[in-house]
């Protein structure tokens, strides 16, 4: 016998995906569903989007890239069964993950404002107990937005004490090194999608080798450059690229179908 089930035009059931017309409707709620491991929290868990903030394997992964580690006081490993019940998450916003999307923005009805107003968070830190939410993005020119809301209050940009009160009761601020992540990988987006050309085209433009005046050019660009800025550019893209794939094994450790090119807004 099926208990109270939620409504929506596809429902995630331990049967599989039902059609719900007359049976009795339930309202989600985001910080009620994920604490209880309910209808919304399977279906991220199901798409890769959901993490618990101080999972054991996420900790001892991610404090060899320099997180977590005033978790490690005296070099004593952490009480890992006491962090893994506290009430923090992390959510991965995939937007290919329709079914996942929807759900969330039905359990928390403020993100659709945000949503709605263009540029969507690319993550949300969650506390289920004191009911907070931040949201962190990539916007217009691959710049970090951040908003948070609280008990189901609109998102307000820089709200500081919200986002304050939030990481008080952490025993690691996820969220300051979520948000810092996030911004300097915005960072070298932008500043890899500002070098002319890519590695490719540079590369063969060197190759290829300069004209009667000792200019350089990119393949259907009239733009001229010289041996000195194509070489530069080179090793300027190379770093870059190198950064973002850091930070894309950082984040995959949260979440290993991440894929950190669809985090690149492209919005220039």
């Known amino acids: 016998m099926l208990g109270p089930v939620h409504c929506h035009d596809l429902v995630l059931a331990e049967v599989g995906l039902l059609k719900i017309c007359d049976l009795e409707v339930v309202m989600l709620n985001i910080f009620d569903d994920i604490a209880a491991q309910d209808l919304l929290y399977k279906q991220l868990e199901k798409d890769g989007m959901i993490r618990g903030a101080f999972e054991k394997s996420v900790i001892e992964e991610l404090v060899e890239w ?15 069964s006491q962090l893994q019940e506290l009430p923090f998450f992390i959510i991965f916003i995939n937007e290919y993950k329709r079914d996942s999307v929807r759900l969330l923005l039905e359990s928390y009805d403020p993100l659709n404002a945000v949503k709605n107003a263009g540029h969507f968070f690319d993550f949300l830190v969650i506390d289920t107990q004191q009911k907070l939410v931040c949201g962190i993005g990539l916007g217009r020119k691959n710049r970090i937005f951040c908003a948070c809301s609280e008990s189901g209050g609109a998102f307000t940009y ?100 991440l894929q950190v090119s669809e985090l690149n807004t492209g919005d220039y």
């Open 158 to 257: 820089d709200n500081t004490e919200t986002k304050k009160k939030l990481s008080a009761n952490m025993p690691w601020d996820v969220v300051s090194s979520l948000h810092y992540t996030l911004e300097s990988l915005g960072d070298c987006f932008f500043k890899r999608d500002s070098i002319p050309g890519n590695e490719e085209l540079l590369q063969e433009a060197l190759d290829r080798g300069p004209d009667d005046e000792d200019q350089y050019f990119l393949e259907d660009d009239d733009e001229a450059h010289s041996e000195g800025e194509i070489r530069s550019y080179l090793s300027d893209y190379a770093i870059y690229t190198e950064n973002i794939e850091d930070t894309e094994s950082e984040l995959r450790i949260y979440f290993p179908s």
């Open 66 to 80: 320099g997180w977590y580690e005033e978790l490690y006081d005296d070099q004593k490993e952490p009480n890992f």
